[in-house]
């Protein structure tokens, strides 16, 4: 069965970085493009952006331009995303989800990593 | 910008018809898709591209598009079904990617 495992919760300082993973199994990784999504304590669902899984390309939303970076490693079958500068604003639980290249259509959903940012 | 935007709440009673709207510009000409989100779990889809239905999609759950706006409807609401509803589409570059303010389904 399809299944998307994140990587557990983190605390980091203002300014720090954070990285966190979502390991696949159960389908085929390189079809697939791997999404990110944030949602803020009580907040609704922010979009953050795509990588295709076989090319390693890229899409991110604008308000993450600069501080965002999403890579993988197809051995492992493993994506991960990178956020940057992290200010209290960036605490949030994140999600990656898997979607058809190219698509919209999150089926698949990750359970989510708590990052919170606090001095 | 571009936005999506959805009211904020429906309330309705057992058995009976909820409708969640969703309005934006691009959705004339690009699909939405509409997850299901309870406390303390991650999304699921329930409707793709309008009004698929995913298998395992209970068949109360449809939906429909006209001009900006989709509909999500969901007949003969269960108590099941509380929670919060969120569509999501493209902008009409297809380059970004937007979620709905969403709408927090009561059953009451």
Redesign the interface.
Same mark, same amino acid.
């Given at each position: 069965q399809v299944q998307l495992v994140q990587s557990g919760a983190e605390v980091k300082k203002p300014g720090a970085s954070v990285k966190v993973s979502c390991k696949a199994s159960g389908f085929s990784f390189t079809n697939y493009d791997i999404?990110w999504?944030r949602q803020a304590p009580g907040q /609704? &669902? +922010?979009?953050m952006g795509?990588m295709n899984a076989k090319s390693g390309n890229t /899409?991110y939303?604008?308000s993450f331009q600069g501080r965002v970076t999403m890579t993988r490693d197809i051995s492992i079958s493993t994506a991960y995303m990178v956020l940057s500068s992290l200010s209290s604003e960036d605490t949030a639980v994140y999600?990656c989800a898997r979607a058809p290249p190219l698509e &919209? +259509? &999150?089926?698949y959903? /990750?359970? /989510?990593t708590l990052v919170t940012v606090s001095s | 910008s571009y936005e999506l935007t959805q009211s904020p709440s429906v309330s309705v009673s057992p058995g009976q018809t909820a409708t969640i709207t969703c309005s934006g510009n691009a959705l004339s000409n690009q %699909?939405a898709?509409w %997850?299901q989100?309870k406390p303390g779990q991650?999304?699921? *889809?329930v409707l793709?591209?309008d009004s698929e239905r995913?298998s395992g999609i209970p068949e109360r759950f449809s939906g429909s598009s006209s001009d900006t706006t989709v509909t999500l409807t969901i007949s003969g609401v269960q108590a099941e079904d509380e929670a919060?509803y %969120?569509c999501?589409?493209?902008d009409s570059s297809a *380059?970004?990617?937007?979620?709905?303010?969403?709408t927090k389904l009561t059953v009451v």
């Open positions: 999404n999504v /609704g &669902l +922010e979009w795509w /899409g939303a604008q999600y &919209l +259509e &999150l089926r959903w /990750g359970p /989510g | %699909y898709y %997850y989100q991650a999304p699921v *889809l793709s591209k995913p919060e %969120y999501q589409a493209a *380059l970004h990617v937007l979620f709905g303010g969403g």
